[in-house]
DNA sequence: TATTATTTTCAGTAAGGACTGAAATAAACG
DNA sequence: CGTTTATTTCAGTCCTTACTGAAAATAATA
């Protein structure tokens, strides 16, 4: 698969961005380059493109698939596997917010859940006033945590229409709410 | 300044969570302990606390006046620079989401209104199919950014009061957009 | 079942980023 | 000013993570 000036720009910056997000370089220009494929690729393809190690791409492509949104297609008298992303922006955004929200935003979560209770028990006894502004703080990230937590499922919960509609309602919001 | 279980295990996981975000470990951490420091904190007391070496907290500390989420705060009757970060969980998100907004999602659409500007131009040219339907791609992606973007300086106008009473405000949101 | 094609695993290596300690710079004091 | 205190810079080192290539495992074919 040869890459345009234009699409090769793309690859980069997107591999660029995922690293600034705390995802591996290479398995974000994977992501890019499949999203930019009209067509189901094969791994040797993505090595050869990305000029990077067969075994790379195969591990890579594992972990894009933990994160779904990437998933083998298989092709008409194909023996290679090939690989695909979904072509709607709204569901992978989406299903990587899902994802991380999973993996980050709740067992932070719980961590601070853990940590309001303990204190909470502790307040019984006597504790340090040094102790009780910190136990404060922790409350007050909580309930913030809490709160993200919620409104995404409530906003993840909307039907997709409803979702990109309110994304794009512009000035309309703060009409909404007042 | 002595860590409790409890604090220790926050400002622990406050360094993790940094790193799959992408923010240095340390700085998160240092972050963290500002956070639930009742009191300004200087340098020195921060390397003690965490055992790193003095020159980084240097560093980390600059990175995290940076982001805007740390500032110098004199402590009267001390020579020694003294550390804080806002005590208001929802005004530092704001300031993160502000920051990793120009950082990061500006210049994305910034590229992507590059690469479908110049998709444009070739377009006049012929093309082949699969070019076009790069270019496709990208212009959905474009879309979403700045949809993105659009969203979430409206958000970003509401007043402190109004954005957390609209985060808050669980299941009357699917209600209100209906 | 043997042969060939394809994918995965993994030990070793490379690259990048984080961290240290020492030296340089800057700021406060007397 | 000279001295002391505090902060920053930076070259070198360490540590983590990414990556490679070869070997092992798996799957398809005939």
Redesign the pocket.
Known sequence: MKLTPITQKFVLHWGEMG?RWGI????AQIHALLYISPRPI???EIAETL??????V?????ELQGWGIVQVAPVLG????HFTTQTDVWEMLLVVLDERKKRELDPTLTLLRECVMQAEEQKAGGQVEDEAYAHKRLAELLDLVETMGGWYGQVRSLPRKTLVKFLKMGSKLSKLLS
Request: hydrophobic share 20%.
């Open positions: 690293s591996n370089r290479t398995v094969h791994a040797d000029s990077v190690a067969r075994s790379n195969s591990t890579s492509l594992k194909e023996r290679k596997d």
